[in-house]
């Protein structure tokens, strides 16, 4: 029989499995049907316009006047050069947003990502290629990059660079590659119908999966901040990953904790109670009826549980509630 609630119940449950470096699947559950895809949709979304990276906005080329010019003795052309170049993912050090690099190579040579990579610049994707000089050649060229979201066209960036010497570049900052997610249904008590959201992050490497996602929800909230100064909902003041609460956490602590008596600590054993939660979930008849537990006994384990700051009997948030039974449930299986 479906119960008649005032709130929506809150997931309690967050896991990330690692696939890679750059690859990672963020789960959160349970959650209310509908409140999941109402989430992970417009998360998605951020992860993929709003995740902040790198890219080069300009560049000069010595001896090339255009994208459609050449340079002696260097096999690609200036337009396959910059098709090159954008496949190329960079990353500022010591936190720098924007930056002007000097570049000279002279040939025979094939030059890769990680031949441009210094002490202002990293780049994280050290095989791609980006030109071959014969013998005969030499390259010079200066590149301008710049911290952004999303994409630019290359008539913007020209006007940020401002300099008719450098070609502009379209800027395609994002270094989320892609954001997906998936539902599925997960039990809670008897109720099958409650969801689980299983987000897919993979990067270029110039940011973390679980860093993009902290991001998306920096700017979740922060699009969301203006309603909360017009009509006061309390906004959570930082944006940190999703942990259990620290009553959860000494709620799921084993009795041994409290310090009983022997005998105390027997009588509860043996009637298979091992976390304090479920003396705290308890009434206190429910208590005292525990078998071979006397009034001492009783007197002591109230008093420790009160020492470690709770009731029996208490009454606890809905959600916290739900995730005690299910570790409770965890621990007797």
């Given at each position: 029989?479906?119960?008649?609630?005032?709130?929506?119940?809150?997931?309690?449950?967050?896991?990330?499995?690692?696939?890679?470096?750059?690859?990672?699947?963020?789960?959160?559950?349970?959650?209310?049907?509908?409140?999941?895809?109402?989430?992970?949709?417009?998360?998605?979304?951020?992860?993929?316009?709003?995740?902040?990276?790198?890219?080069?906005?300009?560049?000069?080329?010595?001896?090339?006047?255009?994208?459609?010019?050449?340079?002696?003795?260097?096999?690609?052309?200036?337009?396959?050069?910059?098709?090159?170049?954008?496949?190329?993912?960079?990353?500022?050090?010591?936190?720098?947003?924007?930056?002007?690099?000097?570049?000279?190579?002279?040939?025979?040579?094939?030059i890769k990502g990680a031949d441009l990579s210094n002490d202002e610049v990293e780049v994280v994707t050290p095989d791609a290629p980006l030109a071959t000089l014969n013998e005969d050649s030499t390259l010079n060229f200066t590149l301008k990059i710049a911290q952004g979201i999303g994409y630019v066209a290359s008539e913007d960036t020209a006007v940020e660079v401002a300099d008719d010497d450098y070609?502009?570049?379209?800027?395609?900052?994002?270094?989320?590659?892609?954001?997906?997610?998936?539902?599925?249904?997960?039990?809670?008590?008897?109720?099958?119908?409650?969801?689980?959201?299983?987000?897919?992050?993979?990067?270029?490497?110039?940011?973390?999966?679980?860093?993009?996602?902290?991001?998306?929800?920096?700017?979740?909230?922060?699009?969301?901040?203006?309603?909360?100064?017009?009509?006061s909902i309390k906004a959570p003041a930082t944006i940190e990953r999703v942990e259990e609460s620290p009553d959860l956490k000494k709620l799921t602590t084993n009795i041994d904790s409290l310090g009983l008596s022997a005998r105390s600590f027997n009588c509860l054993d043996r009637s298979s109670i091992k976390l304090i939660g479920e003396i705290v979930l308890m009434s206190t008849n429910d208590l005292k009826n525990v078998k071979n537990l006397g009034k001492k006994s009783y007197d002591e384990i109230v008093e420790k549980i009160q020492e470690f700051g709770f009731e029996v009997g208490a009454d606890l948030a809905d959600d916290v509630v739900t995730a005690l039974k299910k570790k409770i449930e965890a621990v007797q299986a």
């Open positions: 029989m479906k119960k008649i609630k005032t709130t929506p119940l809150a997931p309690q449950e967050f896991e990330v499995e690692q696939i890679s470096d750059n690859e990672a699947n963020i789960m959160a559950y349970p959650f209310e049907v509908g409140y999941a895809i109402s989430l992970a949709h417009p998360l998605r979304r951020f992860l993929l316009s709003s995740s902040v990276g790198y890219a080069p906005i300009a560049i000069k080329i010595e001896g090339a006047k255009h994208e459609f010019d050449s340079v002696r003795g260097m096999l690609e052309d200036i337009s396959d050069f910059i098709l090159n170049l954008k496949e190329i993912r960079f990353k500022l050090n010591n936190d720098a947003t924007q930056a002007e690099i000097n570049y000279s190579f002279a040939g025979p040579c094939t070609i502009a570049l379209d800027a395609y900052f994002t270094p989320v590659r892609s954001a997906t997610y998936k539902i599925d249904n997960v039990l809670v008590e008897d109720n099958p119908n409650f969801e689980r959201v299983i987000m897919n992050i993979k990067t270029d490497g110039q940011i973390s999966p679980i860093d993009a996602f902290r991001n998306s929800l920096e700017v979740m909230y922060a699009q969301l901040a203006v309603f909360n100064s017009e009509i």
